[in-house]
């Protein structure tokens, strides 16, 4: 499986940036980490690995960015409107510096988003803002509320990056044709979170794939299970 490591000052960030792409050719997938995970954590976890067969036979070609939670929703250290504006500057960094690009280069339009934990979050708050850019959103064990983080603030840019409150009123057309699969464990921390989103796709008529995995949690070897099962409705 061919792998590629690049590094590049982004000047939407201001910040060095760091990114693997695994495979040759094939449909471009973004896949967020974790909370406060990097680019390699996707790699290091196995999660890459369990799609090796679709990298390898030229399906889709993944791309695994930095993420910078700890310098917008988990910065303790700045006001909360700032961590805010720190995540809209993260949104158009993926979508200038890594979505652009590389639908320029592939000569498509979209790309599929994809995340486990807080990375399900970053691909359907994404997903969400731009559907128009975004063919298919897997997440993998996602929450979809990050008012948490904000400390009672709110304002455009906590609205406007917080899927239950700004998508109930989202009209783009191009949600209606989006693949959307919530991917959940029975007894995962986030189960609350993806019936409520559930609830919301449901009362828009937006289709969606509710996925609940009998007897699994919220880890590692539930996603590493997944995300193959849902590359494969690629």
Known sequence: MKEEH?????????????????GHTGYPVILFPTTMGKHNECRDMKLVESVRWFVEQGLVQIYCPDSINELSWYNKNIHPADRAKNHVWYDEFIMNEIVNKVCSEKGTNKVAVAGPSFGGYQAANFAFRHPERVSHMFSMSGSFDIKSFVDGHYDDNVFF?????????????????????LGVGEWDICLDANKKLAGILTEKNIPFWYDEHKWAKHDWPLWNKMFPHYLSKL
């Open 161 to 181: 990056n917080n899927p239950v409150d700004f998508l109930p009123g989202a009209n783009h057309p191009e949600l209606w044709n989006m693949k959307i699969i």
């Open 6 to 22: 690049f590094k590049w000052y982004s000047p939407t960030l201001s910040k060095d940036i760091e990114m693997l792409v695994f």
